[in-house]
Structures are given as C-alpha cells and as structure tokens.
C-alpha cells in the first residue's frame, strides 16, 4: 500500500519537476533576448543617424553611434556566447567602424549603410531565434517580440531609407534617376507596411494580454511613433520635391517616439516574463508541498499500524497455571503407606 501511494507521487512530482524547470530555462534564455534587444534599439536610431549625416557631407559618425555601439558590445559580451550572437556582432561592429572611411558618390555611400542595416537585423533575427521569443506561447508575448524584434527596427530602416532616398532622386541626374526611383518606391510601400504590422501585433498583444499597463502605455506611444512616419511621408513627398525641413521635424520625433515605445514594449515583456517565473515558482512550492504531505501521510500511517500489529502477535490472555496442590495430594500416597498399584504389581509377580 506504501509503494501504491508513492510511487505515483513521485511520478508526478517529477513530471511537475521537469516540466516547470524546462520552462524556467526557456523563460530565463527569452529574458536575457529581451535584454539584447533592449541594447540594439539605440543601435538602429543611431545607424539612421549616420546614414543621413553622411548622405548631407558629414564624414564624422555623431557621437550616438559611438554609444551604441558600447552598449551592444556590453551585451554581447554577456550574452553573446549563450545567445550565439558573438560572431554576427564582431563582423558588424567592423562594418560600423569602417563606415566613416567609406568613400564615393551619394549612391555608393547610401548602399554601404545599406549593407550595414541590413546585417543589423540580421542580428535582431539571431536574437530572436537563439532565445526562442519567437516561440513563446502566450500570445500578448508572441505578438510584443514580433514587435520589438520585427517591426519597429524594421520600420526605422524603411523610414530612414525613404526619407534619404527622397534626397537622392531629388539631387540626382536622369540616369541616377532611373535608378533611384525604384527604390524610393519601395522603400515607401515597406514603410507602410511595416507600420501595419507593428500596429497588428501591438493591437493584437493589448487585446490578449493579462497586464493592467500595457494598454494604455502603448496606444500612446504607437500614435505617436505613427505621426512621425505620417510626418516623414509628407516630407519625402513621394513624386515630387521633398521638404527638408519637414523631414528634418520628423525625423527628430521619429527618434524620441521610437526610444519610447521601444521602451515601453521591451519593460511589458520583462515584466510579463517575471511574472510567468513567479508562476513556475509558486508550481514548484506547491509541488514540494504536495509531495511532503504525501510523504507525511504515509509515515503517519505506518506508525499507526506498528501497535495494532503488536497487538496481533500478542496472546489472548495468561497461559492457565496447573494447580499442582490437589494433584499431588492425590498422587503421592503418605508416608509409610504402600500405594494400591504396587500392591497390585506385586500379588501379580508373586
């Protein structure tokens, strides 16, 4: 009966135990990808930057650049070998650092940043892979790293890439032109549609999620991360003349509105992956508590029996006392006297 009750205990608690450290292991590695793309972030305003000084004649890199970079090799130092990220970063750092010495017309400049963004969410993609936040199986989480890893770093690039190709169709000669055009074009409908994704899936985290904050905080910040785009669209002006100084007021409000919704997303995350490990403990205590209790029981059980079985192998009562008083009054004849059966015996032999 004590292996019956037991050994079924022990197989939950131990499917319990696997399961909730699987999940703690997963929650752990998501967290940390979170961390990372909190260090990106300042990575891909910052290359935007750059992207547009350089396009104006400006070969010094602004000093933003300089800083995120810092900050993302802080992280990978941390994180780099766990996440698998360490050898994508050190071919892109160099790619960053030899972009103040890049050289040539305004189109060979602008396709050497070109390069280098796109290897930037090349890394944004291996982050969130290595960490498995692409996985993740609640859906406000789901829906919020698609965010953050996906559609707004993707719609900065776009947004960068339109505003600086509107300069360059405008400054360019017919061949340039023809040339430029298509891209611009593109650029435009990337934009669009990368506004529309991260609006989807925002709106999609807010309506499954469990946060009491998350609501409020990101509609704000998604209207205005999308009247700066709205702001930057009407500046580049697509089939006419761009408005620099339009542009300009965009992109400023571009920056601020992306630092703070990039913000805003990436702390919902860390908070709802706290909250899924506070779960998964709150699992294991009572796993350990439910396994004491059975453990307990059983024991209770056992010492309970100990006396009733001692009480089994015990006699019924005393064994009864031969009263040898009267019998041997009986058997053994006084003193002096013959008994009858030797008298017997006797006569018979004689």
Known sequence: MTLLILAPVGVLFARVWSDVSDRRDST???????????????????????????????????????????????VDQRLGVELGTHDRWTGLRQKIEQLPTQTGDPLTVFQAHVEVTDLTLALYETVQDKSHLFKDPDNDLSHLQQAVAVDLPG????????????????????????????QFGASVIEVNNAVEDLTDNLQSAVDDTTSATLSGDLVAGLDSFRRGVESLTRGANPGG???????????????????????????????????????????????????????????AALLLRLPSKRREKRPAGPAPVRDMTVGAAEAEPAFGEVPATRRERSSALR
């Open 155 to 182: 719609a900065v690039v776009q947004v960068s890439r339109m505003g600086d190709l509107s300069r360059l169709v405008a400054a360019a000669n017919a061949q340039q032109q023809a040339q430029l055009a298509p």
């Open 28 to 74: 752990e590695l998501e967290r940390k990808g979170v961390e990372y793309l909190v260090g990106l972030t300042p990575l891909v305003s910052a290359l935007a930057e750059t992207q547009s000084s350089a396009l104006s004649g400006v070969a010094q890199a602004p000093p933003a650049l300089g800083t995120a970079v810092d900050g993302v090799a802080a």
């Open 241 to 299: 003349a761009p408005n620099a100084a339009t542009m300009a007021i965009a992109q400023s409000q571009l920056q601020t509105s992306l630092a703070n919704l990039s913000t805003i997303t990436t702390r919902e995350m860390g908070r709802l992956l706290d909250k899924r490990l506070d779960d998964l403990d709150t699992r294991v205590v009572e796993a350990i508590a439910a396994a004491a209790i059975a453990v307990l029981l059983v024991l």
